[in-house]
């Protein structure tokens, strides 16, 4: 099983940067594939990035795609998302979420562990 908390929200100036950090507890966590979704308010709630066990791989939604950066760190039990000219559309609460294996990495029913979210709020 894996326990994730999500930190590093905030407000920040459209054009802004912000880090966001899972930490996740769990010995297997290197095995785990990690994602990132997002929910605005009256929104469902949508994929944003993901990586792979081995961070050979990584996904993006087109969105965001050439402005976050999506990477880990298995020694530190740590996923970092790095988001880089951020816009008012970008306003959300974030959650990162795992699970074990799956061909797609899109679909949020596919996650089995989920943390608690943390908010970004970007100003125009």
């Known amino acids: 099983q894996v326990q994730l908390v999500e930190s590093g929200g905030g407000l920040v100036q459209a054009g802004g940067s912000l880090r966001l950090s899972c930490a996740a507890s769990?010995?297997?966590?290197?095995?785990?594939?990690i994602a990132w979704f997002r929910q605005a308010p009256g929104k469902e709630r949508e994929f944003v990035a993901a990586i792979n066990w081995s961070a050979r791989s990584t996904y993006y939604a087109d969105s965001v795609k050439g402005r976050f950066t999506i990477s880990r760190d298995n020694a530190k039990n740590t996923v970092y998302l790095q988001m880089n000219s951020l816009k008012p559309e970008d306003t959300a609460v974030y959650y990162c979420?795992?699970?074990?294996?799956?061909?797609?990495?899109?679909?949020?029913?596919?996650?089995?562990?989920w943390g608690q979210g943390t908010q970004v709020t970007v100003s125009s």
């Open positions: 769990g010995r297997t966590f290197s095995s785990y594939i």
């Open positions: 979420a795992a699970k074990r294996g799956g061909a797609t990495y899109f679909r949020s029913y596919e996650y089995a562990y």
